[in-house]
């Protein structure tokens, strides 16, 4: 399963955003390292939200913000011809902290199983780590899985909207399980592809 299909035709609806962008001499970095202030407003709405459950309408607004930003960066970079290795860095490095920043708050929610949920959190960094390291050691960059970035923010939005309108319990006690069985999916669906491969 790959959530990322749908890339292309949404990266050519952003080109219009892109070239404003451009224009405004934006550089590519600044966008890719705006995700993380992104995520962290994200993680601040997450940890609120047992006192103040209407913050969690803002999880929504700011995953969709950080899977933008994600899209920009890239087409901005091709765009403007400023593709260079550090820029990569700063993609990786960012897309793992907005990860974190999104999902290990949910491990202190009401209902949430704390080992669960930074379990899964760390398998999902080990599934990103393996999507990385092929493509470091020659072949593509893996985005592939049920559980890729796109479907732990969808999961992640599902849950957020779950808890706002019928309490935190069950949403967060059944969010760490998915986040680790998709997760441990999305891994062992890497792992396959990686060996076949790099054969």
């Not at 962008?21 to 390292?33: E, K, N, V």
């Not at 890729?148 to 992640?156: A, E, N, Q």
Request: hydrophobic share 55%; charged share 15%.
């Amino acid at each position: 399963m790959n959530l990322y299909a749908s890339k292309s035709a949404i990266n050519a609806r952003l080109l219009p955003l892109v070239d404003r962008l451009l224009a405004a001499g934006i550089s590519p970095d600044t966008i890719t390292l705006a995700a993380i202030p992104v995520a962290l407003l994200g993680s601040a709405a997450l940890l609120a939200s047992p006192a103040q459950p209407v913050a969690l309408l803002a999880v929504p607004v700011l995953v969709v913000g950080r899977l933008v930003l994600n899209l920009l960066d890239g087409n901005l970079a091709r765009r403007s011809g400023r593709i260079h290795p550090r820029g990569e860095l700063f993609n990786e490095v960012g897309d793992r902290l907005a990860d974190i920043a999104f999902l290990a708050p949910v491990a202190f929610l009401p209902g949430a199983s704390s080992s669960i949920v930074l379990l899964g959190v760390a398998v999902a960094l080990l599934a990103s780590y393996v999507g990385i390291t092929t493509r470091a050691a020659g072949g593509p960059r893996l985005y592939r899985g049920v559980l890729s970035k796109p479907g732990r923010m969808i999961l992640l939005v599902v849950c957020s909207l779950w808890a706002l309108f019928a309490g935190p319990a069950t949403p967060w006690g059944v969010f760490g399980p998915l986040l680790l069985a998709g997760g441990l999916l999305t891994l062992a669906e890497r792992l396959f592809v990686a060996i076949r491969t790099l054969e």
